[in-house]
T-cell receptor, first 115, second 116 residues
Framework: DSGVTQTPKHLITATGQRVTLRCSPR?????VYWYQQSLDQGLQFLIQ???????AKGNILERFSAQQFPDLHSELNLSSLELGDSALYFC??????????????FGNGTRLTVT | AQKITQTQPGMFVQEKEAVTLDCTYD???????LFWYKQPSSGEMIFLIY??????QNATEGRYSLNFQKARKSANLVISASQLGDSAMYFC?????????????FGTGTRLKVLA
């Protein structure tokens, strides 16, 4: 168990809808990263938060947004969903803002299916 | 360009044998970290092992070892005495400090199948 909690585990929704994915980092970790993994693909970095502030942005669509709250949990909001947004969404946390000797610890992911 | 390359999309290994999964990286930064993750069919990402760029010795964690060859920019994962439960997707990743934070770059993965 990595200590990172993601909810829900599965989400099925229709095109055009909006969903919110939730992540609680490991106790003591200040940084949260969001990744998208499409079928049989590698991990695409979406966005990183550190102690409540956005630190880095990757290939995140304008329809997607995220935030990190004072209690350090994070939410990823996906709106105007399209079929291509179907993927496994991972949250990962790390001590501080990451580090070269600091692995990311991943949650179990939220599998989103857009129909 | 900062990049991780895993050239083996799929590998087979006989149970109880050792297997090496290849990973090469590209960066001009002297300071970086290298990590391996396992993703079983259930989907979760499990951290296995890491190596810092300044570490002199190869990292080991149980049956996992990281064969770090800095001059060749390779960080291959060696799994000894393979078990059926090792069947999974394996990802190599690199961390770099850029624009005030650490970025983690992942390879495309290698799917390992352990045969009984």
């Amino acid at each position: 168990d990595s200590g990172v909690t993601q909810t829900p585990k599965h989400l099925i929704t229709a095109t055009g809808q909006r969903v919110t994915l939730r992540c609680s980092p490991r106790s003591g970790d200040l940084s949260v990263y969001w990744y998208q993994q499409s079928l049989d693909q590698g991990l695409q970095f979406l966005i990183q938060y550190y102690n409540g502030e956005e630190r880095a942005k990757g290939n995140i669509l304008e329809r997607f947004s995220a935030q990190q709250f004072p209690d350090l949990h994070s939410e990823l909001n996906l709106s105007s969903l399209e079929l291509g947004d179907s993927a496994l969404y991972f949250c990962a946390s790390s001590v501080l803002a990451g580090g070269n000797n600091s692995p990311l610890h991943f949650g179990n992911g939220t599998r989103l299916t857009v129909t | 360009a900062q990049k991780i390359t895993q050239t083996q999309p799929g590998m087979f290994v006989q149970e109880k044998e050792a297997v090496t999964l290849d990973c090469t990286y590209d960066t001009s930064d002297p300071s970086y970290g290298l990590f391996w993750y396992k993703q079983p069919s259930s989907g979760e990402m499990i951290f296995l092992i890491y190596q810092g760029s300044y570490d002199q010795q190869n990292a080991t964690e149980g049956r996992y070892s990281l064969n770090f060859q800095k001059a060749r920019k390779s960080a291959n994962l060696v799994i000894s005495a393979s078990q059926l439960g090792d069947s999974a997707m394996y990802f190599c990743a690199m961390s770099l400090f850029t624009s005030g934070t650490y970025k983690y770059i992942f390879g495309t993965g290698t799917r390992l199948k352990v045969l009984a």
